[in-house]
């Protein structure tokens, strides 16, 4: 059992499960994550960087963006700079919303 402190009050949370680390299929670059570092000082014009990591190897790409990017804007990138290089993904995770994964 966990105790959360929110503004002073006490909260009893339980966890009725373990938490489970994700699967990974054997292979270099097969399951991949993807974040988005936002809000930095500009540097010829570009202010967000995308990170891609692989989970068996933990090696990452850091790929610049302007912030407002399209959904079109990050695949494009993406192929550019990731894919041609490692194809056959068996799978991408994100932490945007559904719409943002279903257009990509």
């Given at each position: ?12 949370v339980v ?90």
């Amino acid at each position: 059992m966990f105790y959360l402190s929110t503004k002073k009050k006490l909260e009893k949370v339980v966890y009725h499960e373990l938490l489970q680390p994700l699967p990974l299929s054997g292979g270099t670059w097969k399951n991949i994550t993807m974040d988005f570092i936002e809000s930095l000082p500009k540097s010829e014009g570009k202010d967000t960087i995308m990170v891609v990591l692989d989970q068996f190897l933990e090696y990452a790409y850091f790929i610049v963006l302007t912030y407002l990017f399209s959904t079109q804007d990050v695949a494009r990138t993406f192929l550019d700079h990731f894919y041609k290089f490692h194809e056959l993904l068996t799978s991408i995770m994100i932490d945007r919303d559904k719409i943002f994964i279903s257009l990509f």
